[in-house]
């Protein structure tokens, strides 16, 4: 057997190492994370998993692996989200306070009222202006709610990509686009006590693209959270 066919052989068996473990890539991420755990290794599992759990495992395997899913990155969506509602609900503070001093307006208009149809009139009044601040103050505090999911929703997204681009320092993250690779995973653990249990683990893998500077930024395979199935 010649060197050159040998060699040729040895490249073959590799790439087919590559594609297997690529293909997979869900086995040798859990096989690390489950490694870090027996060995207690707080460090790296917080590398692997946003929100990692800690399990007294005796062995585990995988049960299930649901089909890839691949969607557009929703981080510049939920940032355009966060910015509209910020804007209406700043925009809305005038209209709150006018119909605030709207009341305290009808209010006075009552306490010196000198008649008993000014009294009834600026009752009336009152009841009026109470009613439509009343209405302006649910308005504002649906927008207070809308915003603060909004603000809420593009932080975890945040995150969660500069999590899989294992990077803090990218300031117009919130602007790229590109793909996120889903996966749910099915595993069943049995703990060192002799109990069972099933999880269902959600894992991504965030590729983005940085038009500004024409960098694409490929991330790897992480842990979201795990659900405890049984």
Known sequence: MTKK????????????????CSS???????????????????????????EPIK?????WEILSVAEEVVKPVTLPELNKKEIETKKALEEHVGPTLDAQEAVYAAQDELKYARTAAARRAARSKVDEMEKKYEEEREKHSQMQKDYNEAKAAAAREEEITIFS????????VR???GEVQFKTVDVKINTKSGESKNYKIYMRRYEVQDETLNLTHRG????VRFEVLS
């Open 220 to 223: 790897r395979w992480i842990i």
């Open 24 to 50: 997979k890539p869900e086995e040798g991420l859990l096989k690390r994370y489950f490694h870090a755990v027996t060995l207690n290794d707080n460090q790296t599992l917080a590398t692997m998993a946003l």
């Open 55 to 59: 399990i007294n495992v005796d062995n």
């Open 5 to 20: 066919y040998l060699s040729a052989a040895g490249i073959v068996i590799l790439l087919f190492a590559i594609m297997s």
């Open 175 to 177: 602007d790229f686009n």
């Open 165 to 172: 681009l294992g990077t803090g320092d990218l300031p117009n």
